[in-house]
């Protein structure tokens, strides 16, 4: 296993790999590295000859008064669990590499990231395309793991790599919970002890919701107002949304016709923990 720290060696390398006719497989990270990420680097492994994994805590996707300067760095854990995943390279590049001082080149995706996310952390979704552009020019994949955890994501950049002719292909990777149910999240360790209890509450509200949709029922209003009673009833949970969207546009929906999906941001303390699942009708 080999670290790359410089964008054109990296870069370099990937050509090198295309012409050799290797197929490269790709996962992109923030680092702090979980059984989440192990997931991902695992399926991606499986279908490619050259594994990369990124590094790279963006701050071009975290707002003024997000959590950018306390968020966990552990690069030493990182690398045990790429060895763990029998990873060729990562791709470790320095924030002074990645944007210029006067960068002024941005991806914006227009359709589906005004809604959950987008609407409560303005322009995260420019930081997350832009900087995905820019790994894709440098790693070369074929192919690229995003985890369902993130799903507003994972359909924005589906939609970039349609809609800019990418030749990637975007697997999706399944969501993966620690054994109480709670989504692993590379910020779970920021919760305390009590915080980490209730935050079963993102889970048992999904739960509550599927439960009512197998018996039934199709309003969306009914099925998120399931979500907001059960977060209202967590002393340390401020509820940033939740919604039912068509889990193609990410519209909103008021019958459940097709595919939609339930998703939902809870906030405890200065900890924002995500959640979803997709209702099949």
Known sequence: ??????????????????????????????????????SLMKLARKRCDVLVASIFVNPTQFGSNE?????????????????????????????????????????????????????????????????????FNLVQPDLAVFGEKDAQQLRIIERMVRDLDFPVEIVRGSIVREPDGLAMSSRNKYLSA??????LCLRRSLDKVVEQFKE????????????????ASVPSAELDYAEVVDDGSLAEVEKIEGDVLMALAVKFGAVRLIDNTILYP
């Open 194 to 199: 009590t915080q980490r209890k209730e935050a």
């Open 216 to 231: 039934g029922e199709r309003d969306a209003t009914v099925l998120r107002q399931v979500v907001v009673d059960l977060i």
């Open 67 to 135: 959590d950018l300067c306390t968020y966990p760095r552990d690069f030493t854990r990182d690398e045990s669990f790429c060895e763990k995943a029998n990873v060729d390279i990562i791709f470790y590049p320095e924030f002074e590499s990645m944007y210029t001082d006067d960068a002024s080149v941005w991806v914006n995706e227009e359709a589906l990231s005004g809604g959950l996310c987008g609407a409560s952390r303005p322009d995260h979704f420019r930081g997350v395309c832009t900087v995905v552009t820019k790994l």
């Open 1 to 38: 296993m080999e670290t790359i720290r410089s964008l054109k060696r990296m870069q370099k390398r990937a050509f090198r790999h295309k012409r050799e006719g290797s197929v490269i497989g790709f996962v992109p990270t923030m680092g702090f590295l979980h059984e989440g990420h192990l």
